[in-house]
Protein backbone atom coordinates (compact mmCIF):
# COMPACT_ATOMS: atom_id res chain seq x y z
CA UNK A 1 0.00 0.00 0.00
CA UNK A 2 3.05 2.23 0.79
CA UNK A 3 4.20 1.76 -2.51
CA UNK A 4 0.99 2.20 -4.60
CA UNK A 5 0.73 6.17 -2.25
CA UNK A 6 4.31 6.83 -2.95
CA UNK A 7 3.47 6.39 -6.50
CA UNK A 8 -0.04 8.27 -6.79
CA UNK A 9 1.74 10.90 -4.84
CA UNK A 10 3.90 11.49 -7.75
CA UNK A 11 1.27 12.22 -10.07
CA UNK A 12 -0.79 15.70 -10.56
CA UNK A 13 -4.15 15.42 -9.53
CA UNK A 14 -5.99 15.34 -13.17
CA UNK A 15 -3.94 12.45 -13.25
CA UNK A 16 -5.08 10.46 -9.69
CA UNK A 17 -8.71 11.47 -10.85
CA UNK A 18 -7.57 9.88 -14.10
CA UNK A 19 -6.74 6.35 -12.40
CA UNK A 20 -9.62 6.25 -10.63
CA UNK A 21 -12.05 6.79 -13.17
CA UNK A 22 -10.19 3.75 -14.98
CA UNK A 23 -9.86 1.59 -11.72
CA UNK A 24 -14.24 2.39 -11.43
CA UNK A 25 -14.93 1.99 -15.22
CA UNK A 26 -13.57 -1.50 -14.68
CA UNK A 27 -15.04 -2.37 -11.13
CA UNK A 28 -18.76 -0.93 -11.28
CA UNK A 29 -20.50 -2.55 -13.86
CA UNK A 30 -23.52 -4.60 -13.25
CA UNK A 31 -22.32 -8.00 -12.15
CA UNK A 32 -23.49 -11.52 -11.01
CA UNK A 33 -24.41 -12.20 -7.40
CA UNK A 34 -20.84 -14.15 -6.36
CA UNK A 35 -21.65 -17.38 -3.92
CA UNK A 36 -18.88 -17.87 -1.08
CA UNK A 37 -17.48 -20.74 0.23
CA UNK A 38 -18.76 -21.60 3.79
CA UNK A 39 -16.71 -21.35 6.60
CA UNK A 40 -16.32 -23.47 9.81
CA UNK A 41 -14.51 -23.52 13.26
CA UNK A 42 -14.30 -24.61 16.50
CA UNK A 43 -11.91 -24.84 19.64
CA UNK A 44 -11.97 -25.96 23.13
CA UNK A 45 -11.99 -23.76 25.82
CA UNK A 46 -9.54 -23.84 28.51
CA UNK A 47 -12.43 -24.99 31.02
CA UNK A 48 -13.37 -27.99 28.31
CA UNK A 49 -16.67 -26.71 26.39
CA UNK A 50 -16.30 -27.14 22.74
CA UNK A 51 -17.44 -23.72 20.95
CA UNK A 52 -18.30 -24.00 16.56
CA UNK A 53 -18.94 -22.18 14.43
CA UNK A 54 -20.38 -22.04 11.14
CA UNK A 55 -20.99 -19.12 8.20
CA UNK A 56 -23.03 -20.35 5.49
CA UNK A 57 -24.42 -19.81 2.12
CA UNK A 58 -22.95 -16.13 1.98
CA UNK A 59 -23.30 -14.21 -1.58
CA UNK A 60 -22.18 -10.95 -2.31
CA UNK A 61 -23.77 -8.73 -5.08
CA UNK A 62 -21.76 -6.15 -6.41
CA UNK A 63 -23.85 -3.13 -8.15
CA UNK A 64 -23.09 -0.27 -9.49
CA UNK A 65 -23.44 2.63 -6.85
CA UNK A 66 -26.14 4.40 -6.94
CA UNK A 67 -24.77 7.59 -6.48
CA UNK A 68 -22.70 7.48 -9.40
CA UNK A 69 -19.95 8.44 -7.91
CA UNK A 70 -16.23 7.98 -8.57
CA UNK A 71 -15.30 7.59 -4.76
CA UNK A 72 -17.97 5.17 -3.87
CA UNK A 73 -18.61 1.32 -3.78
CA UNK A 74 -22.31 -0.32 -3.35
CA UNK A 75 -23.61 -3.99 -3.00
CA UNK A 76 -25.69 -6.26 -0.89
CA UNK A 77 -24.75 -9.11 1.10
CA UNK A 78 -26.36 -12.10 2.20
CA UNK A 79 -25.62 -15.09 5.28
CA UNK A 80 -26.56 -16.88 7.63
CA UNK A 81 -24.25 -17.32 10.72
CA UNK A 82 -24.78 -19.69 13.53
CA UNK A 83 -22.48 -20.72 16.36
CA UNK A 84 -23.30 -23.56 19.46
CA UNK A 85 -21.57 -25.21 22.55
CA UNK A 86 -20.96 -28.99 22.89
CA UNK A 87 -18.41 -31.05 25.64
CA UNK A 88 -18.37 -30.64 29.04
CA UNK A 89 -16.55 -28.29 31.24
CA UNK A 90 -15.30 -27.78 34.51
CA UNK A 91 -17.25 -24.41 35.18
CA UNK A 92 -20.49 -23.08 33.98
CA UNK A 93 -20.74 -20.82 30.98
CA UNK A 94 -21.98 -17.01 32.35
CA UNK A 95 -22.04 -15.44 28.90
CA UNK A 96 -21.74 -16.01 25.30
CA UNK A 97 -22.47 -14.04 22.02
CA UNK A 98 -22.13 -14.42 18.46
CA UNK A 99 -21.30 -11.37 16.04
CA UNK A 100 -21.25 -11.28 12.78
CA UNK A 101 -20.70 -8.53 10.05
CA UNK A 102 -17.68 -7.57 7.33
CA UNK A 103 -14.38 -5.95 7.64
CA UNK A 104 -13.64 -3.26 4.65
CA UNK A 105 -11.04 -2.39 3.15
CA UNK A 106 -10.05 1.32 1.36
CA UNK A 107 -7.01 1.75 -0.93
CA UNK A 108 -6.97 5.16 -0.89
CA UNK A 109 -8.67 7.28 1.79
CA UNK A 110 -9.93 10.34 0.31
CA UNK A 111 -12.06 11.23 3.34
CA UNK A 112 -10.53 14.01 4.85
CA UNK A 113 -11.96 16.15 1.84
CA UNK A 114 -10.95 17.87 -1.83
CA UNK A 115 -10.11 21.60 -1.89
CA UNK A 116 -11.84 23.35 -4.70
CA UNK A 117 -10.96 26.56 -5.82
CA UNK A 118 -10.53 29.36 -3.46
CA UNK A 119 -10.40 27.01 -0.56
CA UNK A 120 -13.62 26.11 -0.52
CA UNK A 121 -13.36 22.47 1.04
CA UNK A 122 -15.90 19.49 0.36
CA UNK A 123 -15.52 16.03 0.27
CA UNK A 124 -17.19 12.65 0.82
CA UNK A 125 -16.84 11.05 4.38
CA UNK A 126 -16.23 7.49 4.93
CA UNK A 127 -19.90 5.84 5.74
CA UNK A 128 -21.25 2.54 6.19
CA UNK A 129 -25.10 1.56 5.78
CA UNK A 130 -26.03 -1.75 6.80
CA UNK A 131 -29.94 -0.67 7.41
CA UNK A 132 -31.25 0.32 3.96
CA UNK A 133 -30.38 1.93 0.56
CA UNK A 134 -29.35 5.44 0.87
CA UNK A 135 -27.56 7.70 -1.45
CA UNK A 136 -24.99 10.59 -0.03
CA UNK A 137 -23.97 13.51 -2.12
CA UNK A 138 -20.41 13.61 -2.61
CA UNK A 139 -17.83 16.55 -4.18
CA UNK A 140 -18.08 17.21 -7.76
CA UNK A 141 -14.33 16.80 -9.38
CA UNK A 142 -12.78 20.25 -10.82
CA UNK A 143 -10.23 21.02 -12.93
CA UNK A 144 -8.83 22.80 -9.96
CA UNK A 145 -8.73 20.29 -7.18
CA UNK A 146 -6.21 19.29 -4.64
CA UNK A 147 -6.07 16.67 -2.08
CA UNK A 148 -4.06 14.76 0.58
CA UNK A 149 -3.81 11.02 -0.22
CA UNK A 150 -3.17 8.85 2.86
CA UNK A 151 -2.30 5.20 3.52
CA UNK A 152 -5.65 2.91 3.30
CA UNK A 153 -7.99 1.83 6.30
CA UNK A 154 -9.66 -1.45 6.86
CA UNK A 155 -12.87 -0.72 9.05
CA UNK A 156 -14.92 -3.84 10.91
CA UNK A 157 -18.28 -3.19 10.50
CA UNK A 158 -20.91 -5.30 12.76
CA UNK A 159 -24.37 -6.31 11.79
CA UNK A 160 -25.80 -8.41 14.53
CA UNK A 161 -24.95 -9.63 17.60
CA UNK A 162 -26.90 -12.31 19.19
CA UNK A 163 -27.03 -14.10 22.68
CA UNK A 164 -26.94 -17.66 23.11
CA UNK A 165 -29.67 -19.45 24.51
CA UNK A 166 -30.11 -22.67 24.87
CA UNK A 167 -26.41 -23.69 23.90
CA UNK A 168 -26.94 -21.66 20.87
CA UNK A 169 -27.36 -18.92 18.63
CA UNK A 170 -28.06 -17.93 14.86
CA UNK A 171 -27.92 -14.60 12.89
CA UNK A 172 -29.43 -14.74 9.11
CA UNK A 173 -29.26 -11.68 7.16
CA UNK A 174 -30.47 -11.41 3.76
CA UNK A 175 -30.20 -8.71 0.90
CA UNK A 176 -29.08 -6.40 3.68
CA UNK A 177 -26.93 -2.85 1.57
CA UNK A 178 -23.37 -1.98 2.23
CA UNK A 179 -21.53 0.70 0.89
CA UNK A 180 -18.73 2.50 1.43
CA UNK A 181 -17.92 6.19 0.47
CA UNK A 182 -15.14 8.60 0.57
CA UNK A 183 -12.57 5.85 -1.39
CA UNK A 184 -10.74 6.10 -4.72
CA UNK A 185 -9.68 2.63 -6.25
CA UNK A 186 -10.58 -0.88 -5.37
CA UNK A 187 -12.59 -1.60 -2.19
CA UNK A 188 -12.03 -5.13 -0.54
CA UNK A 189 -14.72 -6.40 1.83
CA UNK A 190 -14.63 -9.76 3.99
CA UNK A 191 -16.88 -10.88 6.14
CA UNK A 192 -16.61 -12.56 9.78
CA UNK A 193 -18.28 -14.49 12.20
CA UNK A 194 -17.03 -14.64 15.96
CA UNK A 195 -18.50 -16.29 18.82
CA UNK A 196 -16.75 -15.41 22.49
CA UNK A 197 -17.83 -17.22 25.78
CA UNK A 198 -17.18 -16.19 29.70
CA UNK A 199 -16.80 -18.51 32.71
CA UNK A 200 -15.33 -18.45 35.85
CA UNK A 201 -12.59 -19.59 34.80
CA UNK A 202 -12.23 -18.42 31.19
CA UNK A 203 -12.70 -16.22 28.75
CA UNK A 204 -12.71 -17.59 25.27
CA UNK A 205 -13.09 -16.54 21.36
CA UNK A 206 -13.26 -18.30 18.46
CA UNK A 207 -13.42 -16.79 14.80
CA UNK A 208 -13.90 -17.57 11.27
CA UNK A 209 -13.65 -15.49 8.00
CA UNK A 210 -14.88 -15.26 4.64
CA UNK A 211 -12.37 -14.60 1.28
CA UNK A 212 -11.66 -11.76 0.50
CA UNK A 213 -14.10 -9.83 -1.93
CA UNK A 214 -14.20 -6.91 -4.27
CA UNK A 215 -17.06 -4.42 -4.41
Known sequence: MSVAVRV??????????????????????????????DAFETTTTGDGWVLNIRKTGEIVNQVPNLAASQFSREGFVSYRAEADITGNGDAPVNGASLE??????CG?????????GL??????SIGISATGPKADLGAQVQP??????????????????????????????????????????PVSIRSYVTFSTTSDSFDDTVAAYGPVMWL
Open 144 to 185: NVSTTLKPGTITDVPFKTKELANGKAGVSVKNVHLKIDGCMG
Open 8 to 37: LRGLSIGSIVAVGAVVLAAGTGSAEPNPVP
Open 100 to 105: TGYQVG
Open 119 to 124: GLSVGP
Open 108 to 116: IDVSSGLAV
